[in-house]
């Protein structure tokens, strides 16, 4: 199980892992729940530059498509392939096989995200 305080959040429902250089990004179990069964997803190619903000990829599921907004700025450096192959491991394990994309960051790309209990009060407030 990863430490889940050991992440940061958006309020967009990502998670980031990671604290410089190449950061692992994926949408967290609150996000996955609300989808419900996903049934596809788009991530951007491996070299992309990416903003922080802006939409990078969808995220569909029975109920809804929901977009995948980058975190952070910087550049795709992997994606994961059996995510797109099986995207029920959104569903099933989205803090480990379920990760999204990989991102090269710059220093200080990950200032003013939230911590496990910020992203906990935003969820339940």
């Known amino acids: 199980m990863?430490?889940?305080?050991?992440?940061?959040?958006?309020e967009e429902h990502e998670w980031i892992a990671g604290d410089g250089g190449v950061v692992t990004v994926g949408i967290t179990d609150?996000?996955?729940e609300k989808l419900g069964d996903v049934v596809?997803?788009?991530?951007p190619a491996v070299g992309t530059e990416i903003a922080a903000g802006a939409v990078v990829g969808e995220i569909?599921?029975?109920?809804?498509?929901?977009?995948?907004?980058?975190?952070?700025?910087?550049?795709?450096?992997?994606?994961?392939?059996?995510?797109?192959?099986?995207p029920a491991l959104v569903n099933a394990a989205p803090f480990a096989d379920?990760?999204?994309?990989?991102v090269e960051v710059a220093?200080?790309?990950?200032d003013g995200l939230l911590d496990r209990d910020g992203y906990v009060a935003l969820t339940e407030g």
Request: without cysteine; glycine residues 8%; charged residues 25%.
């Open 107 to 110: 220093e200080g790309a990950l």
């Open 98 to 102: 379920g990760w999204l994309i990989k």
């Open 60 to 86: 569909e599921s029975t109920k809804s498509v929901g977009e995948l907004y980058a975190p952070v700025a910087g550049v795709v450096v992997e994606i994961n392939e059996d995510v797109v192959a099986d």
């Open 30 to 32: 609150y996000a996955a």
């Open 40 to 43: 596809f997803v788009e991530l």
């Open 2 to 10: 990863t430490d889940l305080t050991a992440l940061r959040y958006t």
